[in-house]
T-cell receptor, first 114, second 113 residues
Framework: DGGITQSPKYLFRKEGQNVTLSCEQN?????MYWYRQDPGQGLRLIYY???????QKGDIAEGYSVSREKKESFPLTVTSAQKNPTAFYLC?????????????FGEGSWLTVV | GNSVTQMEGPVTLSEEAFLTINCTYT??????LFWYVQYPGEGLQLLLK?????DKGSNKGFEATYRKETTSFHLEKGSVQVSDSAVYFC????????????FGQGTTLQVKP
């Protein structure tokens, strides 16, 4: 079945370590997104990519990095520069820009930094 | 900038009660509006959407109407079930970049038998 796969589901890391969250989609979607969710809050956009080898910062990009070397993959690295990395991270994808298309979300990754 | 404001939760209802979750937005242009639902420990699922003024989105007994004059997109359901217990997010997207969503803070719904 087509969908978005995020891994790992749960991840624990020590403070000061970089960590990479995986996001893979087999929907042949053009655009991919990373959102962060904190308890009791809505989602905030970290980075997005509308085509391969190109990406743009979202509202809270500081302390994060991404790459888009393949259409189906959009990994997110949480660097040691991110001051409060503990959160729920959601990857999403959509067929193309424009209205009317539906965005699909992955199941999310819980990152806890201790 | 664009923003979305939802009523604060949690909202606690008895089964079969009527549900309203208020959502208002601020946006330039003509955004698309969405309601997403999140069950515990899971990602988001699209519940319904509306892409232009006066459109009504509906799904699984939930409805919301895009009201441009009041900049609102309130979620309603006539008779809630225990299985509707979840967090509900109102969101908007700008024309031309539907994946770039701006979310409200979410409203937790608890339905008791």
């Amino acid at each position: 079945d087509g969908g978005i796969t995020q891994s790992p589901k749960y991840l624990f890391r020590k403070e000061g370590q970089n960590v990479t969250l995986s996001c893979e989609q087999n929907l042949n979607h053009d655009a991919m997104y990373w959102y962060r969710q904190d308890p009791g809050q809505g989602l905030r956009l970290i980075y997005y990519s509308q085509i391969v080898n190109d990406f743009q910062k979202g509202d809270i990009a500081e302390g994060y990095s991404v790459s888009r070397e393949k259409k189906e993959s959009f990994p997110l690295t949480v660097t040691s520069a991110q001051k409060n990395p503990t959160a729920f991270y959601l990857c999403a994808s959509i067929l193309a820009r424009g209205s009317g298309n539906t965005i699909y979300f992955g199941e999310g990754s819980w990152l806890t930094v201790v | 900038g664009n923003s979305v404001t939802q009523m604060e939760g949690p909202v606690t209802l008895s089964e079969e009660a009527f549900l309203t979750i208020n959502c208002t937005y601020t946006a330039t242009g003509y955004p698309s509006l969405f309601w997403y639902v999140q069950y515990p420990g899971e990602g988001l699922q699209l519940l319904l959407k509306a892409t232009k003024a006066d459109d009504k989105g509906s799904n699984k007994g939930f409805e919301a109407t895009y009201r441009k004059e009041t900049t609102s997109f309130h979620l309603e359901k006539g008779s809630v079930q225990v299985s509707d217990s979840a967090v509900y997010f109102c969101a908007l997207s700008e024309r031309g970049n539907t994946g770039k969503l701006i979310f409200g803070q979410g409203t937790t719904l608890q339905v008791k038998p």
